[in-house]
T-cell receptor, first 109, second 117 residues
């Protein structure tokens, strides 16, 4: 079983601050995805990273895939209350997609 | 925009009863999945399904669980004899393609909340 460890588990910051959350594994993934989940809803895909070292930007969100394709980070610049949610990383296995436990982000106005 | 739909949104059942959760994946998608999320916990993989058969299943997906694609549009999860610990949100997801089954981008439904009393 390929395990994905996400850190921190909880993060509470003020509006306007920057933050980085991490997704680490001892396994190599062919691709890794980041999702955001709001209470009572299903996860919504933010980005897929495929190539080692790849950096993708989505407005104020920057995603990086580690060179060895074992880890990834999500950096948010100038966080806003609308960024509040559970951020999940998921790695592709043989025939499945396994999720980390998530980082629960709260951005206070 | 196409979306994955799930019914029911909430089901309450007695322990030992059978439950069927229904999903309509996005129409041109080929890979289908069930995940569950116990309240406050992580999203856990149950099963993936491709070409009318199970591709992969987790240790959670024991003999009490089964999946079926009874027609061209529905994808169902059946729990034969529910236990208290089956109480969770069950998410269906589908994906169009991937390098291998299970690697495509997943589109999730809104979930079905199962409460076992």
């Amino acid at each position: 079983t390929q395990l994905l460890e996400q850190s921190p588990q909880f993060l509470s910051i003020q509006e306007g601050e920057n933050l980085t959350v991490y997704c680490n594994s001892s396994s190599v993934f062919s691709s890794l995805q980041w999702y955001r989940q709001e209470p009572g809803e299903g996860p919504v895909l933010l980005v897929t990273v495929v190539t080692g070292g790849e950096v993708k930007k989505l407005k104020r969100l920057t995603f990086q895939f580690g060179d060895a394709r074992k880890d990834s980070s999500l950096h948010i610049t100038a966080a806003q209350p609308g960024d509040t949610g559970l951020y999940l990383c998921a790695g592709a296995g043989n025939n499945d997609m396994r999720f980390g436990a998530g980082t629960r982000l709260t951005v206070k106005p | 925009e196409p979306e994955v739909t799930q019914t029911p949104s909430h089901q309450v059942t007695q322990m030992g009863q059978e439950v069927i959760l229904r999903c309509v994946p996005i129409s041109n998608h080929l890979y289908f999945y069930w995940y569950r999320q116990i309240l406050g916990q992580k999203v856990e993989f149950l099963v993936s399904f491709y070409n009318n058969e199970i591709s992969e299943k987790s240790e959670i997906f024991d003999d009490q669980f089964s999946v079926e694609r009874p027609d061209g549009s529905n994808f169902t999860l059946k729990i034969r004899s529910t236990k208290l610990e089956d109480s969770a949100m069950y998410f269906c997801a589908s994906s169009e393609w991937g390098e291998a089954p299970g690697t495509g981008e997943l589109f999730f439904g809104e979930g079905s909340r199962l409460t076992v009393l």
